[in-house]
Nanobody, 120 residues
Framework: VQLQASGGGLVQAGGSLRLSCAAS????????IGWFRQAPGKEREGVSC????????YYLESVKGRFTISKDSAENTVVLQMDSLKPEDTAVYYC??????????????WGKGTQVTVSS
């Protein structure tokens, strides 16, 4: 199980970024996927998670209405579309996976993070 996050970068407040989590070694259709973030000096938090068939989706309260998670089975990726970004969204973003969805607090498999920086 390997996960590779990409799409981070520097953007001005109000802008958008599209993060992708590419999976290899397993089909995403059978796994729950989550996006997590960790800002300097803060604990890691679950931003958005989606279960295997996509009928359970969680969003952190502070990103509701701005972020959208989706699965692309053909590409075996999970995308986090982030709009109306705020400086407080600045963090390293990680994607993670688990076979059976147990909530958006921790998962079994983790990829390397991608830095998202939102300037004011």
């Amino acid at each position: 199980v390997q996960l590779q996050a990409s799409g981070g970068g520097l953007v001005q407040a109000g802008g958008s970024l599209r993060l992708s989590c590419a999976a290899s070694g397993f089909p995403l259709d059978y796994y729950a996927i989550g996006w997590f973030r960790q800002a300097p000096g803060k604990e890691r938090e679950g931003v958005s998670c989606i279960n295997d068939n996509g009928d359970l989706i969680y969003y952190l309260e502070s990103v509701k209405g701005r972020f959208t998670i989706s699965k692309d089975s053909a590409e075996n990726t999970v995308v986090l579309q982030m709009d109306s970004l705020k400086p407080e969204d600045t963090a390293v973003y990680y994607c993670a996976a688990e076979r059976y969805y147990s909530g958006c607090s921790d998962m079994d498999y983790w990829g390397k993070g991608t830095q998202v920086t939102v300037s004011s």
